[in-house]
């Protein structure tokens, strides 16, 4: 009976210890409080759609990236970002904060007009803000609604 007792008592005791070296890690686990999101536009170049929040954009047409970076403990965006758009095929575009819409809404913005040439189909990209010396980033959702999708120039 004392030798089971003494068993039970070292086995609870190796296992108090593992717990606690599992808690007490000296890495400490980090958390993220900046949250980048964006959106893609027609841009005021294009007719009878002006800034209207768009996934399908014609060949030769120009859209418009948006973006906003926010600081989640206060709520508040973040003005002094680095934000640029990287698209699949590689090409980056830096993105500057300005004022837009009625309202003059603070948001990172750069233009891209679509070649004429360019691949019809879906192009990946992501926003990438870098805040403080760390990189942070938003995709849209990885469905057909939310991708960007080339579609051919209605002019050919």
Not at 15 to 31: K, R
Not at 109 to 126: H, R
Not at 130 to 141: A, I, L, R, W
Request: hydrophobic share 40%.
């Amino acid at each position: 009976m004392f030798r089971k007792r003494i068993f039970t008592f070292i086995g609870s005791s190796v296992m108090a210890a593992a717990l606690l070296v599992g808690c007490s890690a000296t890495e400490e686990e980090e958390v993220s409080y900046i949250a980048v999101t964006g959106d893609t536009i027609n841009s005021h170049l294009v007719e009878d759609a002006v800034c209207i929040v768009n996934s399908r954009f014609e060949q030769g047409h120009r859209l418009v990236f948006r973006a906003n970076v926010t600081d989640l403990k206060t709520n508040e965006a973040i003005g002094d970002a680095k934000v640029k758009v990287v698209l699949g095929n590689g090409e980056e575009m830096e993105m500057a904060r300005g004022p837009h819409g009625e309202e003059a809404t603070e948001l990172y913005t750069v233009g891209w007009t679509i070649p004429e040439d360019f691949p019809t189909g879906t192009l990946d990209y992501k926003y990438v803000a870098e805040v403080d010396g760390k990189e942070y980033s938003y995709e849209p959702f990885n469905v057909a609604p939310s991708k960007l999708t080339i579609i051919a120039s209605s002019a050919q």
